[in-house]
């Protein structure tokens, strides 16, 4: 239980009536007068002292602690005061990333979070205060899409300091602090036509990447990280092992998005391209550490190298191959619209126009949840209207009349 000590007052008898009474302390006019003082969920005392003619919020204060204390509620006053900046470090060394997205997520935090926000204790971030860093972020022209990814990184980082039990409550929670919203944009598929061009307006050597794009689904990292191994031409099935990505500015093997490996059906039509592109460009063994610069070596044979028979590098690549060739195919860019990702979105409407499921499309594009595939693709979905019109007339149509 915890107890009020008068800092100005202390119990004494009166020597000659022999009667309680109370009499000035030392501290008397100086400071708080009142003190609360009790112990913890950790066994350790605590204090907070209320100056004069505070008495009656001495006395709630001490039965708001001792009630959070019993329903378990309570939280160290001294638990938030660590700045934003420091917390969200020491969070980021906790998580589960690779290490691309351990350095993606630190670069983000380092120049669009901690200057506005870093140097605040956690305790005292109020929804203010992120009110105001959205609003800078916004006139700052940072993309919509983007400032929901930072938002969230402040979010999650918040969230993890009410269940460490440093605030009792996340600021980015509240009705007025609304999360930065993406216009809604519909994938609009290129067409055979453009996908072939784009390959066309390649260099001989990377026209592959375009097919495996296309026609297998992989992302670009995927594209130059696929080894021969990695092709099983009896099963004509895919194993989608690795990519390459890089880390630090270096170049590293490591697992797909999200660590998903998965297999893909491997048409006859892409299996011939690939038994081509071998022919013409012999797969290299290449060896980069696994993960991070200073991962394990892994040797893997790339059906993909660049022309100094190295591993393909994603800048390199974008600037001198696949910009090239949307320009010779008479494609205005625009932006990621018109990315490798592209190849992508052509592989999924492909698929759902010839009637495959949402789950096996999932399963084949790697995505963790078809509920995100669905919302991805719905619009492409063939009219389930125009389905239910055709077989109901497959059963009971009529033949016409002669």
């Given amino acids: 239980m915890g107890h009020i000590q008068d800092r100005w007052y202390k119990k004494a008898v009166d020597p000659e009536t022999g009667k309680a009474v109370r009499e000035k302390t030392s501290l008397y006019g100086k400071g708080d007068r009142y003190k609360v003082r009790y112990i913890d969920h ?31 509620t309570y939280i160290d006053p001294a638990a938030g005061k660590i700045t934003f900046e420091e917390y969200g470090t020491r969070w980021l060394r906790t998580q589960q990333f690779d290490e691309s997205t351990r350095e993606a997520v630190g670069v983000r935090l380092r120049v669009h979070v901690f200057p506005h926000v870093g140097s605040t204790n956690i305790d005292a971030l109020r929804p203010g205060d992120l009110r105001d860093w959205l609003r800078e972020l916004q006139e700052k022209g940072l993309a919509a899409s983007y400032r929901q990814v930072l938002f969230i990184h402040v979010q999650t980082i918040l969230n993890a300091a009410v269940d460490d039990q440093r ?14 919203q993406i216009p809604p944009r519909k994938v609009v598929p290129w067409t055979a036509e453009r996908v072939q061009a784009v390959r066309e307006a390649m260099s001989e050597r990377y026209r592959l990447t375009v097919t495996l ?22 099963d004509n099935t895919v194993h989608v092992l690795r990519q390459v990505k890089i880390v630090g500015g270096k170049p590293c093997f490591g697992p797909p998005k999200r660590g998903k490996t998965r297999d893909v059906p491997l048409p006859a039509s892409v299996a011939r391209k690939i038994r081509a592109h071998m022919k013409a460009h012999p797969p290299v063994k290449i060896t980069l550490p696994w993960q991070k610069p200073d991962g394990e070596p892994t040797t893997a044979n790339l059906i993909i190298t660049s022309r ?12 001198w191959t696949w910009k090239p060739a949307l320009e010779k195919a008479k494609i205005t860019p625009q932006a990621r619209v018109d990315g490798f990702h592209a190849l992508r979105h052509f592989y999924a409407s492909t698929l759902l126009d010839a009637g495959e499921t949402i789950t096996a499309l999932a399963s084949y594009l790697g995505h963790a949840d078809p509920g995100f595939t669905l919302k991805v693709y719905t619009h492409l979905l063939p009219s389930s209207k125009q389905r239910t019109r055709q077989a109901v007339d497959d059963v009971l149509g009529d033949p016409d009349p002669a």
Avoid: H, M
């Avoid at 950790?42 to 329903?71: A, H, I």
């Avoid at 190295?310 to 800048?315: E, I, S």
């Fill in 308 to 319: 100094d028979r190295t591993q393909a590098w994603r800048p390199v690549y974008n600037q």
């Fill in 167 to 180: 605030i009792r409550k996340n600021p980015c929670s509240a009705s007025s602090v609304q999360k930065p």
């Fill in 42 to 72: 950790t066994g350790r005392e605590r204090s907070k002292t209320f100056p004069d003619k505070q008495k009656r919020q001495t006395e709630t204060y001490l039965n708001e602690v001792e009630g959070e204390l019993n329903r378990g």
């Fill in 213 to 234: 794009g296309a026609g297998l689904g992989l992302r670009q990292g995927e594209v130059f990280g696929l080894a021969v191994d990695d092709v099983d031409f009896e």
